[in-house]
């Protein structure tokens, strides 16, 4: 069965430094996808980044970028020059069939001033 | 383009009653997902509609069930509310024609059951 795991409940990150936020998963399916989403205290959740399994590149989209090794199971967020607003919870997420996404636990990030 | 609209935004119900929540999804996307998310269990899937169908379901108790309208609108109903069904509901939406479309979600709709 896919899962997903976040072992970082909290992180702390000065403003403009980067950070990165840890997703292991584990799948049997030879193709997937990756997402990475973010939740602000307001609740919705907003789509930042996906991963294909077979992407020859790992993905970017602004300051957000993957670290993807495949052959560690991972797919790490690295968010680049980190801003007050990045302070939200961070999922990582894997979909498992018709639109049923499964999610890590998040990680609480905090962007110090 | 408009993004997936949640309505209402909050609920305060009674244990017992039942409750309505809805959704409505990007224009052009005929997938429409539902999520509970509380505290202690995180985020996890309800079921999904596409077309007006049921295509797939989390484990959930009968009490919680779903339809979706010839628009792509979805309702999610919550019958003999509990304590625990205290939540956000989430709803997303995608284009539906792969598993690995993007969800797309809203803003949500807190519950409170007392």
């Known amino acids: 069965a896919q899962k997903i795991t976040q072992t970082q409940p909290g992180m702390f990150v000065q403003e403009k430094e980067a950070v990165t936020l840890d997703c292991t998963y584990d799948t049997s399916d030879p193709s997937y996808g990756l997402f990475w989403y973010k939740q602000p205290s307001s609740g919705e959740m907003i789509f930042l980044i996906y991963q294909g399994s077979y992407d020859q590149q790992n993905a970017t989209e602004g300051r957000y970028s993957l670290n993807f090794q495949k052959a560690r199971k991972s797919a790490n967020l690295v968010i680049s020059a980190s801003q007050l607003g990045d302070s939200a919870m961070y999922f990582c997420?894997?979909?498992?069939?018709?639109?049923?996404?499964?999610f890590g636990t998040g990680t609480k990030l905090q962007v110090i001033p | 383009k408009a993004g997936v609209t949640q309505t209402p935004r909050y609920l305060i119900k009674t244990r017992g009653q039942q409750v309505t929540l809805s959704c409505s999804p990007i224009?052009?996307?005929?997938?429409v997902s539902w999520y509970q998310q509380t505290p202690g269990q995180g985020l996890q899937f309800l079921f999904e509609?596409?077309?007006?169908?049921?295509?797939n379901k989390g484990n959930f108790p009968g009490r919680f069930s779903g339809r979706q309208f010839s628009n792509s609108r979805s309702e999610m109903n919550v019958s003999t509310l509990e304590l625990g069904d205290s939540a956000l509901y989430l709803c997303?939406?995608?284009?539906?024609?792969?598993?690995?479309?993007?969800?797309?979600f809203g803003a949500g709709t807190r519950l409170s059951v007392l």
């Open positions: 997420a894997m979909p498992l069939g018709y639109q049923k996404v499964t």
């Open positions: 224009s052009g996307h005929r997938s």
């Open positions: 997303a939406s995608s284009s539906g024609g792969q598993a690995k479309n993007i969800q797309y």
């Open positions: 509609y596409f077309s007006e169908t049921q295509r």
